[in-house]
T-cell receptor, first 112, second 114 residues
């Protein structure tokens, strides 16, 4: 059974710091891995998608990596800003039934 | 450009009452999904649809029913609400099953069952 874990559950850092969010999964048979952002009272927005054959993806100040063999992904946020405060979720798409399995998220607070 | 719209946004029910959540998308997407989100847990798939007139069970389907009579609408029903169904419900849609980079979410419907 695929399980996705995100540690820590919450993180508070001063503005300007670079930070890393972690995601681990138990079954390497994935089609892709995706990072989402969720703002309070809002839906989820896709940030980065990494196909199973890829190692990383970048978008602006965000960089996501994928190591299938170890079952890990990281989301790197450079030069954090208060506007980055949100909950970040990772999800893996199982290649057996194409269903997304989600982590519980990391709540990030960037202090001005 | 509305995207995915969920109604209602908030609802309080008493145990045993019934209700329907409506999800509408204007992107002509084939695939639609209903998830629930509970504190400390990842989103869990309730039911999904791969096209008009089709529905399928997800990870936690018990106590819920769905219908997709029109391509743009996906309804989630609770026939006899239970306190365990207190949650935030999210609808999502996508053009394909595997291109989850094009997965669009509604803003959620917060349901409380007393």
């Amino acid at each position: 059974k695929q399980e996705v874990t995100q540690i820590p559950a919450a993180l508070s850092v001063p503005e300007g710091e670079n930070l890393v969010l972690n995601c681990s999964f138990t079954d390497s048979a994935i089609y892709n891995l995706q990072w989402f952002r969720q703002d309070p009272g809002k839906g989820l927005t896709s940030l980065l998608l990494i196909q199973s054959s890829q190692r990383e993806q970048t978008s602006g100040r965000l960089n996501a990596s994928l190591d299938k063999s170890s079952g890990r992904s990281t989301l790197y946020i450079a030069a954090s800003q208060p506007g980055d405060s949100a909950t970040y979720l990772c999800a893996v798409l199982r290649d057996s039934n194409y269903q997304l399995i989600w982590g519980a998220g990391t709540k990030l607070i960037i202090k001005p | 450009n509305a995207g995915v719209t969920q109604t209602p946004k908030f609802r309080v029910l008493k145990t045993g009452q019934s209700m329907t959540l409506l999800c509408a998308q204007d992107m002509n997407h084939e695939y639609m999904y209903w998830y629930r989100q509970d504190p400390g847990m990842g989103l869990r798939l309730i039911h999904y649809s791969v096209g008009e007139g089709t529905t399928a069970k997800g990870e936690v389907p018990d106590g819920y029913n769905v219908s997709r009579l029109k391509k743009q609408n996906f309804l989630l029903g609770l026939e006899s609400a239970a306190p365990s169904q207190t949650s935030v419900y999210f609808c999502a849609s996508s053009r394909t099953l595997t291109n989850t980079g094009e997965l669009f979410f509604g803003e959620g419907s917060r349901l409380t069952v007393l």
